[in-house]
């Protein structure tokens, strides 16, 4: 295992940060996977799982059985984990810019486009070296004016030529599910079956520039550029994996977790061994554009009716809103019928907030789809 410590730009003299990755196995090898936690630093659960993942990873390398470089970042997003304001974490948008930590990596598809423009050819795979040689050429390229902009550089400097990357998130009170690309969805089907994910949502670009959609983006955008004439392979493709809620930070989770993504690994041939059996996939994949981010109309005390995981009605009862000085109760509806898999941890819901997601099966939205 090689130690690598990466410095963030300081935003103040005599305050420093670093990135750490830990890479696990042969270097160079013909193929890189990337695996980071906690990049939303308030969302714990990924960084347990990469602490065990860490652990096992030395012992298969030990063991000689890993046959592809395996890169780990477990703290992710070392500026917003400072983030404590009166005893609450804020560690999802950085409070000096209010941008979301995981928005906004730089989209340099124009730019490798233009220069590997006459230096593709018939083979495959010398398209996907000169792309990812270009690509790592142009992100070099790249100066950081912050530490926001510093982290998110360094972050996809590490990951931009991994053939999987896998990115540990979770929601505020959830099953488990994943967002990826439906280009990669068989892929990242056995993920989805290892892991147990409830929901798989799938889209090509939600709009956002977020850290997995930055990877497989990239080569997309090229396929639709040059792929007429020329075989632009899928160099990477990226999942942003939600390992339940924020307050699922135990041993026994985290262990399961950690063992799925190594049958995963295995089963990708990133690890020498047999590959345990598939399990079922527990729900379909469906469209992020069928995803139906359900609102309170009005502000009070937020009761939940369903909980995660629960598969629901169109019309469903979700919560009622109370407010105790008129004593109104609102019920609110979901109006699509499909599996609730996130709701909000807030008990006194605001006029117009999201309370919670369910995972249709047609889409219905476009544009942006993210949250902010
Ligand atoms: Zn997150």
Known sequence: MRHQKHDLLAPLPGTARQIHSFHFGPHPA????????SLHADEMPGMLVAWHLKQRLAELE?????????????????????????????????????????????????????????????DPQHNMQLIRS???EALARQTAGTQL?????????????????????????????LYTTPEAWPQVEPLARYIGAEASLLATDSGGQSFDECFTLLWWQL????????????????????????????????????????????????????????P????????????????????????????????????????EIIDPVNDLVTPVHCATAGLMYARSLRRMATAGMVIAHVAGTEAYRSGYLLSP
């Open 62 to 122: 030990a063991a000689g059985r890993l046959r592809s470089e395996i890169v780990l970042v477990p703290v992710a997003n070392p500026v917003g984990l400072e983030q404590v304001l009166m005893d609450v974490p804020l560690g999802r948008y950085e409070l000096e810019s209010g941008q979301n930590f995981n928005r906004w990596f730089v989209d340099l598809s124009e730019e490798v486009g233009n220069a590997i423009e006459g230096k593709l050819g018939d």
């Open 280 to 319: 079922e996939l527990p729900y379909p994949a469906t469209p992020l554009a069928g995803v139906e981010p359900v609102a309170t109309p009005v502000g009070g005390l937020l009761v939940f009716t369903a909980l995660p995981g629960q598969y629901l009605e169109a019309g469903q009862l979700i919560a």
């Open 149 to 177: 902009q510093s982290q998110r550089l360094t972050l996809q400097r590490l990951a931009c030529d991994a053939d999987m990357v896998l990115d540990l998130h979770c929601d505020f009170e959830a099953v488990a599910h």
């Open 134 to 136: 270009n690509l790592r």
């Open 223 to 278: 396929k639709e550029r040059f792929g007429e004439h020329f075989d632009i392979p899928p160099g990477s493709f990226s999942v942003t994996v939600e390992l339940r809620g924020q307050g699922d930070v135990n041993h026994p989770l985290a262990s399961l977790d950690c063992q799925a993504l190594i049958d995963y690994l295995i089963h990708f041939g990133a690890i020498a061994g047999e590959p345990s059996p598939l």
């Open 30 to 37: 013909n193929r890189k996977i990337y695996i980071q936690a």
